[in-house]
């Protein structure tokens, strides 16, 4: 138990470090837009460690000029809090802020029994706003104890444009000067990824072996007591690794003697509720299809080989590949669409962008198609989207071309990745 002369000191010095980021020049990311601070429903901002969550949070709450108390449960001085303590940490907050009716709750999950504080808190009309890391431990609590009362706001590190922000890079102009800047930029994006703090520390590897290793040990074999500890860290790491890959369970559970195909299954699952690893299911009419056949990618990616023992390639492909993916997401997840990939025997299309059963666009990603095989194949996959799908909308993304062009009477826009604007689909 954490006496309440030491809960008023940490609850002072988090106000104190919230107060000094005020002076800070903060990116304003799309997702502002998504949170609504007067809902009487919690606002839950969810996604992976240390990728702006509560930056988002506290610019949404300041940006509306609400006065608002804030509680971080990721401080280490508050390991072992109990539930039954929150509401001494809400007394101690309302000493410090005075009178509120905002509540900012940093990392949640990481007190046991937390949901049925916060339900309380939203019967008594308080507007709640949550971050926290581990999707299950959030959704799947608030789904069930909050009946509905809940809204989920999905974040993942900077977009090119979010990190040519940061870097004072214009993303608008069409001069020579202004496209070369982007360009290299965009270089430096796709070795770097996106992680705020990656931009203004110096040992990236470092930062990204403990930011992974915390994940892993903390956020997940210490709440999902993992049995097999070093053949799960070996599993998160190989997966990493190899990603972009489709799923091959059996395969995973052979290689690293687990008992069975259920025990993979959930440490497969519990590295997606912790956002190192992206699901996307491959498209089709029949669920099961869908279910069985998932590909997982990299929530950045500064996670693929930016790692102890990582060895991984420097597939230039699968970087840009999983940029487009990030980018794709962070679109449908503001207008509620989902997306897809699609293999045939003839054939496969990166991304499908689907809004219910109807296909909106068709993406398809290659480092250079200065090959006219490469170009030929890449080409052919849109078509056979459109063929399957019946849609015309067709892009090809690429490090560097930039064309309209015809392919089996089809009209295909080629544009480069950096130039690339995700709001108009273009």
Not at 29 to 47: H, K, M
Not at 324 to 337: T, Y
Request: proline letters at 2%.
């Amino acid at each position: 138990m954490i006496d309440t002369r030491t809960l008023e000191s940490i609850l002072f010095d988090q106000k104190e470090e919230l107060e000094a980021r005020r002076q800070e020049i903060l990116c304003h990311r799309q997702e502002e837009s998504l949170v609504e601070i007067n809902s009487p429903q919690a606002q839950v901002v969810i996604g992976v460690r240390r990728s702006g969550k509560s930056t988002l949070c506290f610019q949404a709450l300041q940006q509306k000029g609400v006065k608002f108390a804030y509680a971080d449960f990721d401080d280490e001085r508050l390991n072992g809090l109990q539930a039954e303590q929150l509401n001494e940490v809400l007394s101690v907050l309302y000493k410090i802020y005075g009178d509120f009716q905002y509540l900012f709750l940093d990392e949640i999950q990481n007190v046991t029994g937390w949901h049925l504080f916060v339900n309380r808190l939203l019967r008594q009309k308080m507007h709640v706003i949550i971050t926290g890391s581990n999707a299950k431990l959030l959704s799947g609590e608030l789904a069930t104890h909050l009946t509905g009362r809940n809204k989920e706001i999905a974040l993942y590190p900077f977009s090119f444009q979010e990190f040519c922000f940061m870097k004072n890079v214009d993303v608008e102009k069409q001069t020579t000067k202004a496209i070369a800047f982007r360009r290299a930029t965009f270089d430096e994006y796709m070795q770097q990824g996106g992680f705020p703090e990656l931009m203004i520390i110096e040992d990236k590897r470092q930062y990204i072996n403990q930011l992974v290793e915390n994940i892993i040990k903390r956020d997940i074999e210490q709440r999902y007591k993992i049995v097999y500890k070093a053949a799960f860290e070996q599993m998160a790491n190989h997966l990493l690794n190899i990603a972009p890959s489709i799923v091959a369970t059996q395969e995973l559970t052979d290689l690293f003697h687990f008992r069975s195909l259920h025990t993979t299954k959930n440490y497969i699952d519990y590295l997606k509720q912790a956002y190192l690893l992206i699901g996307v299911q491959k498209y089709s009419v029949k669920s099961k299809v869908r279910i069985a056949q998932e590909k997982l990618y990299a929530v950045d990616v500064a996670l693929m080989n930016m790692r102890v023992n990582a060895m991984s390639p420097e597939n230039l492909g699968w970087r840009l590949e999983t940029i487009v993916l990030l980018q794709l997401l962070r679109k449908c997840k503001i207008n509620g669409w989902d997306v897809y990939y699609l293999k045939e025997r003839s054939g496969e299309c990166d991304f499908l962008v689907c809004q219910g059963n109807h296909v909106l666009q068709a993406v398809q990603v290659s480092f250079d198609i200065s090959s006219p095989k490469t170009r030929s194949r890449e080409l052919k996959g849109l078509a056979l989207a459109s063929q399957m799908t019946g849609c015309k909308n067709l892009l090809l993304l690429t490090d560097h071309d930039y064309e309209d062009t015809r392919y089996e009477d089809l009209d295909i826009l080629i544009r480069p990745v950096y130039e690339w604007r995700d709001e108009d689909g273009k």
